[in-house]
């Protein structure tokens, strides 16, 4: 089973930013969160990970609480091709085997 | 960024006959690979590990016989859908662990979709 629970869905409207939360309270010391999107009919696109320390690339900023057992994934500013579903993702390295919950399917909305 | 490719994008064949979906990682080495299975409206689902040199880890419910698995260099995997049937039509999904300065994570293929008529 996933380690990690989502909302099924949720909306935002366009060139706000979109805030999607995640619990993963089960998370192990040496286990970082990683986040990936879906794209309908595309593989997977990663987008940030993190260990215990807030992240910010170039698509994303990742908050993750003090205790570690909940993460939360912003788009600044969501566009329309930002719909897609995106999963939470907990693992130790680059080899663990990812065991997919369902993610939550984001609705930017004009 | 590292890129993953799979070929071909789509097929179709008939019922009964074998498949071969390529993974390559293309700008990288990946000791480990891992095919995903997805059905319509549904989360990926592991299917099995690949590892180079060795023999793949199958998740539990997962036919080796009819899902071949083969791991013949650090860019390449293949699975071969073996007489393959209807319910065998999916999209199929591979994934390639890089580990980088910046970076350590999976990065996925395109995707396959596979029709069996």
């Known amino acids: 089973d996933a380690k990690t629970t989502q909302p099924p869905s949720m909306d935002c409207a366009e060139g706000r930013a979109a805030n999607l939360p995640c619990n993963h309270s089960?998370?192990?010391?040496?286990?970082?969160v990683y986040w990936y999107r879906q794209i309908h009919s595309q593989g997977p696109q990663y987008i940030i990970h993190?260990?215990?320390n807030n992240e910010t690339n170039e698509m994303a900023s990742l908050i993750i609480t003090e205790d570690r057992k909940s993460s939360t994934l912003i788009l600044p500013h969501a566009t329309l091709r930002d719909t897609a579903v995106y999963y939470c993702?907990?693992?130790?390295?680059?080899?663990?085997?990812?065991?997919f919950g369902k993610g939550t399917r984001l609705h930017i909305l004009p | 960024g590292a890129v993953v490719s799979q070929h071909p994008s789509r097929v179709i064949c008939k019922s009964g006959t074998s498949v071969k979906i390529e993974c390559r990682s293309l700008?990288?080495?990946?000791?480990?690979m891992f095919w995903y299975r997805q059905f319509p409206k549904q989360s990926l689902m592991l299917m099995a590990t690949?590892?180079?040199?060795?023999?793949?880890?199958?998740e539990q419910g997962v036919e080796k016989d009819k899902f071949l698995i083969n791991h013949a260099s650090l860019t390449l995997s293949t699975l071969t859908v073996t007489s393959a049937h209807p319910e065998d039509s999916s999209f199929y999904i591979c994934?390639?662990?890089?580990?980088?300065?910046?970076?350590?994570?999976?990065?996925f293929g395109p995707g396959t979709r596979l029709t069996v008529l």
């Open positions: 994934s390639a662990g890089l580990a980088g300065a910046s970076t350590d994570t999976q990065y």
């Open positions: 089960t998370i192990s010391g040496n286990e970082y």
């Open positions: 993190g260990l215990k």
């Open positions: 993702i907990v693992g130790s390295n680059r080899d663990d085997k990812i065991i």
């Open positions: 700008d990288f080495q990946a000791t480990t």
């Open positions: 690949s590892n180079e040199g060795s023999k793949a880890t199958y």
